[in-house]
């Protein structure tokens, strides 16, 4: 049966577009001995350096070697412990030798998980083959014609410049590029957006106020640690990190928690400042809004069973695609590759707005499915039916990354004589439907 978006019906979305296909996807011990070579196989597909897992391998037979020696020393020094007979000096060399054998299993141990924090989630089955962002599949984009105010749209900054609700010039003499200061209707604006959002999910979605500064543990639980350390800002004289996401707390507020039969799925929602040093953009696309270092965002978050993940992460990108839809931007929804969606994802949808200033598709929101790859270094799981912990599965989508959102309603919505008409679904937030010279 065709699903209805804004009035307008369009086909099921394609099986390509929810499948979440229930196949071991962490990298542990277990998977990597056990199938190597699908674990070699899949991690090629996102364009990973698969020698490691080599290397690992290398390391967990090692340490299986070891154990098994440590268990037959232990077994001695037992049937040792009750015979007189043995000598003093034979006791203590059996217990002198199992100490350096555990001290060499640990110290592999170490080793081997140093390794597997740097490999990523193997992509789902049904992820799109590619190995950059030119093999992503465009799976739904918006055919409704949307009316300009202008015929040939200024960009964003200009528009807003005149304005006089954004100046990043200024932002930029108090902290450098990258930065931005929302003035008058342009904070309110930002405001309308966040507290539109809220209202759109606040009856699903249980919110949570977390710190904006967390530990580098709590980093590692999302994967954003150690391999992404580069993008992260971090207290020079602390463990302390500022948050590139309220995923991440999100996420660490479950850690070591074994949910209860029935107690699945949990929604969460977070509304925090987000901080990414964006080293990697190479200076691409840092003009106004576009790339900045600090900005304000919702974000969505589930914990779910692995048997419901299909149908989680299709509610998820529904949940993130209406708040752009009802805001009448033009946009589309894209199916990642496998070698360019993020470390972590199992499946990963981005959502793009169209800034018809700059002429670019601006990613709005990253919807993914991260299969038990973070609830394993986090410790989240749940009891199953027949009382077995397992490890759960979380996703997360971006209810509103406001930046991009912004840009793409001053664009879209700037009128002949300068003005910036409200969207509709924003002005009982602003309490006016027009934003004028401030």
Not at 12 to 24: E, F, G, Y
Not at 78 to 103: F, I
Not at 104 to 130: F, H, M, Q, T, W
Not at 146 to 166: D, F, Q
């Amino acid at each position: 049966m065709p699903t209805t978006r804004g009035g307008t019906s369009l086909p099921d979305p394609p099986r390509s577009l929810i499948a979440c296909k229930r196949v071991k996807r962490m990298i542990d011990s277990k998977l990597i001995l056990s199938d190597k070579d699908h674990v070699k196989r899949e991690l090629g597909r996102k364009c990973f350096d698969v020698s490691v897992i080599d290397d690992v391998e290398a390391l967990l037979l090692s340490i299986r070697s070891l154990i098994t020696e440590s268990n037959s020393l232990n077994k001695t020094r037992n049937l040792c412990s009750r015979d007189p007979s043995v000598p003093a000096e034979d006791k203590r060399g059996l217990r002198e030798r199992a100490a350096r054998v555990n001290a060499e299993i640990n110290r592999l141990k170490s080793k081997a998980d140093e390794l597997l924090y740097s490999v990523p989630n193997l992509p789902d089955p049904d992820a799109p083959e590619g190995a950059d962002a030119s093999s992503n599949v465009v799976v739904f984009q918006s055919q409704e014609h949307y009316e300009r105010g202008v015929s040939e749209p200024a960009t964003h900054w200009e528009v807003a410049g005149k304005l006089g609700i954004l100046d990043t010039e200024l932002a930029g003499r108090m902290s450098g590029s990258g930065f931005a200061l929302f003035r008058g209707k342009g904070a309110k604006l930002l405001r309308a957006l966040v507290n539109y959002c809220f209202s759109l999910h606040e009856d699903k979605y249980r919110e949570i106020l977390p710190p904006h500064l967390v530990t580098g543990k709590t980093l590692t639980y999302t994967g954003h640690l150690p391999r992404f350390a580069a993008e992260q800002y971090k207290l020079s004289d602390e463990d302390l990190w500022l948050i590139p996401t309220a995923e991440v707390p999100l996420t660490a507020a479950f850690a070591d928690t074994v949910f209860s039969q029935g107690e699945l799925p949990a929604y969460r929602m977070g509304y925090t400042l987000s901080f990414r040093r964006e080293t990697s953009s190479g200076g691409k696309e840092t003009r106004g809004l576009q790339r900045i270092h600090e900005f304000h965002k919702v974000e969505l978050m589930k914990i779910a069973e692995p048997r419901m993940a299909e149908t989680e992460l299709r509610d998820l990108l529904a949940d993130c695609e209406r708040i752009i839809r009802d805001l009448k931007l033009r946009y589309r929804i894209v199916d990642l590759c496998a070698g360019d969606m993020g470390d972590k994802y199992a499946r990963c949808f981005d959502i793009e707005v169209y800034a018809p200033g700059v002429k670019k598709w601006l990613e709005a929101s990253s919807v993914g499915h991260f299969s038990d790859y973070q609830a394993r270094r986090a410790g989240i799981k749940y009891t199953d039916e027949k009382g077995r912990k397992k490890y759960a599965c979380t996703l997360n989508g971006s209810g509103v990354a406001t930046p991009r959102v912004l840009a793409a309603i001053i664009e879209t919505y700037q009128q002949p004589d300068g003005t910036v008409r409200v969207p509709d679904a924003l002005v009982p937030f602003m309490g006016c439907d027009v934003i004028g010279r401030e």
